[in-house]
């Protein structure tokens, strides 16, 4: 037809479903550079207790020129750099495990991430695939400052190879711990502090929004490519799904202030139960697993972690009974909607997230 043209080409992101290889890389497209406005809105929107990452001072009591990045910004970023060209083409975020801080990382820093895919399998029905793979984000000197592994559910790969490759996890370490604990010895924190002890059972008070803008804003920040996060106009307002990880981020912080004096927290697994959407009201309530000093005047807190949502905790949740089984190692979503229908069905459809996490605070 003369004086017309059709659409007729499409750029194709994300993973190559007919290029898979178990020990592959992908360098993400993007180099990002985080400047102090950045780290300012991320403290406007996420409520942290960390005092590296609040206080200038504090952190040249410890020896470095600046604040840190915060951990779950650090989070948000590792991942996001790796949607365009791995995670675009996903069905599903399942779960995150071992997200480590590895080394000190500023405002005007330069980030880059690379992913390595270190599993593939089917799912038990055979529909689809999930894919685990490594994320390690550095700085402008190669210098690794965040890591973690995440699993993501794919449609079906048929065709998997294999690629030589040494796949050492020699970034996979707690230096920037140690570092921080070899520092912060002798230096005085006053502020009200509690003891917690394994078995304690917390409702946080906060409950807090993420906004229509505060989503915008974030998703298009971090590269967030699925219009699911951003597209009015092909979904609905109560459709526009709040990336997992700023969920994660804000339930971390919205526990945090329990546990202050916090120094690092370090997430060793987490997965999304039900989604959350922009506007929706985010809470957490915490069961404390145990509690090991690893030296004195410091200690860890191991923690599980539930996010809720559009549940006023303090005031709605005082005089509930929650099931054990809650607590006791359920690892899959599945697991934890079908306890809550059995033995807590006030709250099915309410938790959001779960995280197993640690809280590594000083102790006077």
Same mark, same amino acid.
């Given at each position: ?36 406005? /950045? ?83 089917? $799912? ?6 999930? /894919? ?9 000197? @190669? ?6 592994e995440r699993v993501t559910l794919f449609p079906l790969i048929r065709q998997i190879d294999k690629q030589a490759g040494s796949g050492a996890d020699y970034h996979k370490n707690h230096h ?99 989604p959350v959407v922009a506007e929706d009201r985010v809470g957490a309530f915490s069961y404390i697993k145990n509690s090991v000093q690893i030296m004195p005047g410091f200690e860890e807190i ?26 006791? @190692? ?15 069905? $006030? ?6 997230? /779960? ?10």
């Amino acid at each position: 037809m003369q004086g017309y043209i059709k659409p007729n080409r499409k750029v194709n992101y994300g993973l190559d479903l007919n290029r898979v290889s178990i020990g592959k890389e992908i360098v993400s497209h993007f180099n990002i550079t985080v400047d102090e406005s /950045v780290h300012s809105l991320w403290s406007g929107l996420m409520p942290t207790s960390s005092y590296p990452e609040n206080s200038r001072e504090f952190a040249g009591i410890l020896g470095f020129h600046e604040m840190f990045l915060p951990y779950g910004f650090l989070m948000n970023l590792t991942l996001s750099l790796g949607v365009e060209n791995f995670a675009h083409s996903s069905l599903l975020h399942l779960e995150i495990r071992n997200a480590l801080y590895l080394n000190p990382a500023f405002a005007g820093d330069t980030f880059s991430c690379v992913i390595r895919i270190k599993d593939i399998q089917q $799912t038990s029905n055979g529909n689809y695939s999930t /894919v685990v793979s490594e994320h390690v984000l550095s700085n402008q000197k @190669g210098e690794p400052v965040f890591s973690l592994e995440r699993v993501t559910l794919f449609p079906l790969i048929r065709q998997i190879d294999k690629q030589a490759g040494s796949g050492a996890d020699y970034h996979k370490n707690h230096h920037f711990k140690e570092k921080i604990l070899a520092r912060v010895r002798g230096i005085s924190i006053e502020n009200k502090i509690d003891d917690f002890n394994e078995g304690d059972l917390l409702l946080h008070p906060f409950v807090r929004p993420v906004g229509k803008s505060e989503n915008l804003f974030w998703a298009t920040y971090f590269k967030n490519t699925h219009p699911i996060h951003f597209n009015y106009q092909r979904y609905k307002p109560g459709e526009i799904i709040i990336s997992g990880g700023i969920v994660l981020s804000m339930i971390l912080g919205i526990s945090g202030r329990e546990f202050r004096q916090l120094l690092l927290p370090q997430v060793e697994r987490a997965f999304h139960v039900v989604p959350v959407v922009a506007e929706d009201r985010v809470g957490a309530f915490s069961y404390i697993k145990n509690s090991v000093q690893i030296m004195p005047g410091f200690e860890e807190i191991d923690v599980r972690t539930f996010g809720l949502r559009n549940v006023d905790t303090e005031l709605e949740l005082s005089d509930a009974d929650f099931p054990l089984e809650l607590f006791n @190692g359920l690892e899959r979503p599945a697991d934890v909607e079908r306890v809550l229908e059995e033995k807590c069905p $006030t709250l099915k459809g309410k938790i959001c997230c /779960v995280a197993d996490w640690k809280a590594l605070r000083k102790i006077e």
